[in-house]
């Protein structure tokens, strides 16, 4: 794991061969080919307190390291003169969307409690920097859960944003819901070494999955395994996911014969519609998973494995304690284990379910981001 890293680490310095074409882009057609590299950008429009746009960069291809790939995200500038040094950007991994190109942020614009999500950061002095993961918005193989590819987005997606808005400081907050939140606690692992020149002060996850490698996370079904559970979508998604970065996979080893038109419609299907279509065919882990399924998606329970849970910075765990989609044993024990690993962790607990905890912990997230930026000492909960 530690080699592979390095290399991931090495190759965002000095990738040339095999990258993604240039664009029309005058930066991308005279810089050096490289991870963080922003290669288009176009505005929109939504009620935020400032200015949004549409940037596409380029990030590490974490399926093939020596390649790029091309990502997109979306740039909020607040309104008004930036403070001496500039904006303190809010890294923003958002949660499970789905696989298909078009299920990003990005493309679907900004809106509704989005919209209201970004204000709140923004009318704080914070600039906001949202990925939207490879394979979603850009051409790509969405590798779904993988830590590495999402860590390397969070990240380049700020490097690319600080290229084009000078306004944007290097100080960094992460913060990520679900998927994101996986997202964010690996970013701040690789940050020292993959963006040394980014200063990432703090992180916050909220309803962060947890893998082991034995496939817990999908296969679990705490109400039994011949009722629908949450996991029966998160694994189709794997499943399609590996489907399309590894061409020798069998999805038939993995999925009943009952599951496999599911397994195809979770390509382009996103996350809401993609939900009801697995309930409506009455998909249960029962009449899902074949015995071996866990051993069959092994290669991608693998990547979902977070790089370390040693973080330099301050970790601020959100959990919901009526999480039905991650169990919040689950997350304890990632708790746990952060602790174990020397990280500093900040742990809230919300009587809420799993969507409405990114509201819940909003206020917390607020008052843990002005800590951490002003070096104030964070309480860890951390056993001696």
């Known amino acids: 794991m ?7 680490a090495v190759s965002a310095f000095a990738l040339s061969a095999c990258a993604v074409e240039p664009d029309e882009d005058a930066e991308s057609i005279s810089a050096p080919v490289a991870a963080g590299q922003p ?18 960069y380029r990030s590490t291809d974490a399926h093939t390291p020596h390649q790029l790939t091309a990502v997109s995200a979306q740039v909020l500038i607040p309104r008004g003169k930036p403070p001496a040094g500039g904006w303190p950007v809010l890294a923003w991994a958002h949660g499970t969307s789905g696989i298909g190109l078009t299920c990003a942020p990005s493309i679907m614009g900004i809106g509704g409690s989005q919209a209201a999500f970004y204000a709140g950061w923004m009318r704080r002095g914070f600039a906001v920097v949202a990925t939207d993961y490879p394979g979603l918005g850009e051409p790509g193989a969405p590798l779904y859960l993988n830590a590495h590819s999402g860590g390397m987005a ?14 944007l400081s290097g100080d960094v907050v992460l913060e990520g819901h679900d998927q994101g939140a996986q997202a964010v606690i690996a970013a701040a692992s690789m940050a020292s070494a993959y963006t040394p020149n980014l200063r990432v002060h703090g992180t916050i996850a909220l309803g962060a ?35 399309q970065a590894d061409p020798s996979f069998n999805a038939n080893e993995a999925f009943t014969s009952r599951a496999m038109p599911l397994y195809h419609k979770a390509r382009d299907l996103c996350r809401g519609d993609f939900f009801a279509a697995v309930e409506h065919a009455g998909l249960t882990p029962a009449n899902t998973f074949r015995p071996d399924a866990a051993q069959a998606l092994a ?43 020397g990280t500093r962790v900040n742990v809230r607990h919300y009587h809420v379910e799993h969507s409405p905890l990114l509201n819940a912990a909003q206020s917390d997230s607020f008052a843990f981001a002005r800590q951490v930026l002003e070096n104030a000492p964070i309480h860890s909960d951390c056993s001696p």
């Open 299 to 341: 290669p991608a329970l693998n990547w979902a494995r977070y790089p370390s849970l040693s973080l330099p910075q301050p970790l601020m765990l959100g959990i919901a304690t009526g999480d039905t989609q991650i169990a919040p044993a689950l997350q304890e024990s990632l708790m746990r284990n952060a602790c174990a690993a």
């Open 2 to 8: 530690r080699a592979a890293f390095m290399l991931l």
């Open 209 to 243: 999955p947890y893998f082991t490698g034995d496939g817990g996370h999908i296969m679990a079904h705490r109400h039994g395994e011949n009722r629908f559970a949450p996991g029966v979508v998160y694994g189709l998604l794997l499943g399609a996911s590996l489907g």
């Open 154 to 167: 969070v990240l380049d997606a700020v490097r690319a944003a600080r290229r084009r808005f000078p306004s």
């Open 39 to 56: 290669l288009r950008m176009e505005q929109q429009h939504g009620p935020i307190p400032g200015t949004a746009y549409r940037l596409a």
